[in-house]
Nanobody, 117 residues
Framework: QVQLVESGGGLVQPGGSLRLSCAAS????????MGWYRQASGKQRELVAE???????RYADSVKGRFTISRDNAKNTVYLQMNSLKPEDTAVYYC???????????WGQGTQVTVSS
């Protein structure tokens, strides 16, 4: 059973930075894509950033230039570096991993990020 464990959330002031980590229980080479989603209170879950096994990355327009997704294959960990944080970035952030064949979707338990002065 695959487990994804997020860490690194917390309270930060506007303009600050946080780095989220997602540690997988197995090799991340087994996933075709890994990413970060977020869900703010009263809103739908949305994609923040995603990286594929081919090392391609894509970002939501709202975070481009501020967030960076990266992976450490040796540690089976994916990171989300978040800079210049804004109050609208406040949400629960979830790690996601996908296997295309057969289609399988894994989720972490989520970590709260609050941007507030």
């Amino acid at each position: 059973q695959v487990q994804l464990v997020e860490s690194g959330g917390g309270l930060v002031q506007p303009g600050g930075s946080l780095r989220l980590s997602c540690a997988a229980s197995g090799s991340i080479f087994s996933f075709n894509a890994m990413g970060w989603y977020r869900q703010a209170s009263g809103k739908q879950r949305e994609l923040v950033a995603e990286t594929t096994s081919a090392d391609n990355a894509r970002y939501a327009d709202s975070v481009k230039g501020r967030f960076t997704i990266s992976r450490d294959n040796a540690k089976n960990t994916v990171y989300l570096q978040m800079n210049s944080l804004k109050p609208e970035d406040t949400a629960v952030y979830y790690c996601n991993a996908v296997v295309y064949q057969p289609w399988t979707n894994y989720w972490g338990q989520g970590t709260q990020v609050t941007v507030s002065s």
